[in-house]
């Protein structure tokens, strides 16, 4: 069985209430659960959370809520991977078989189908324990620099000030969208990041939504590329 996790703690601070708060029409956390159902991957998709609100908006939307996630799991300091690994032991416990499990956070409007079904592909096709989007980064790392005090900018790596941009390797980051792995990746608590392998997705596509500012900018580029 694949199973779809989607993690919704309710105590959001910077942008209270965001993963019920409406986005373009629907709850936020209706978008990743819409995208889950209409992929088809999923023998089951259900969402993790310690608060009944999200778990009503869930089911409304198609998922299923077979537990609420205990405090323990739900605070700020809380990471991903045993979050999901409690999620699969807790289907397990009630008779479910999973193979596989696929964290999607619940705030991923421009998450697409494709990117899903692709990476699932490539974490078969090379037997890896995760798989996850990753996109570039817009400027070379190896020119980044640090402020001092005084105002005076001082390069990270000095030795590449000379550099041609373009001579430079290029370097990715976590998108922050989804995680493929197998359930016995999950349940041994691995580091999803250095145990998997990346699917390189377009930095266009990636949108962190942390801020009001954030959230209507999202709102608007949404809107412009649904139109």
């Not at 959370?49 to 998922?63: L, M, W």
């Not at 397990?92 to 699932?120: M, N, R, T």
């Not at 592909?121 to 995760?130: C, G, P, T, V």
């Not at 430079?168 to 990041?193: C, N, P």
Request: with cysteine.
């Amino acid at each position: 069985m694949k199973l779809c996790v989607i993690p919704a703690r309710g105590g959001s601070k910077r942008i209270p209430r965001k993963n019920i708060r409406f986005f373009c029409g629907k709850p936020m956390i209706a978008w990743a659960i819409g995208y889950a159902l209409q992929s088809r991957l999923f023998e089951k998709i259900i969402v993790s959370t310690d608060d009944e609100s999200i778990a009503d908006v869930a089911r409304a939307a198609g998922a299923e809520t077979p537990f609420l996630r205990p405090a323990f799991f739900s605070d700020d300091l809380t990471p991903t991977v045993p979050v999901i690994a409690h999620a699969v032991e807790a289907c397990q416990k009630i008779g479910w078989s999973i193979e596989y499990a696929c964290c999607i956070y619940p705030c991923v409007p421009f998450l697409e189908i494709s990117d899903l079904v692709h990476a699932f592909e490539l974490m078969q096709r090379n037997d890896a324990s995760f798989c996850y989007p990753v996109t570039d980064y817009a400027h070379p790392i190896q020119r980044a620099m640090r402020r001092l005090p005084s105002g005076q900018m001082q390069l990270l790596h000095p030795e590449h000030e000379i550099a041609r941009t373009q001579d430079l390797e290029a370097a990715y980051h976590d998108t922050g969208q989804f995680y493929w792995g197998k359930a016995s990746a999950w349940k041994a608590h691995m580091k999803m990041h250095t145990a998997g392998i990346g699917l390189v997705i377009p930095s266009w596509r990636v949108v962190d939504i942390d801020n009001e500012d954030d959230w209507k900018r999202a709102e608007l580029l949404h809107e412009v590329l649904n139109r």
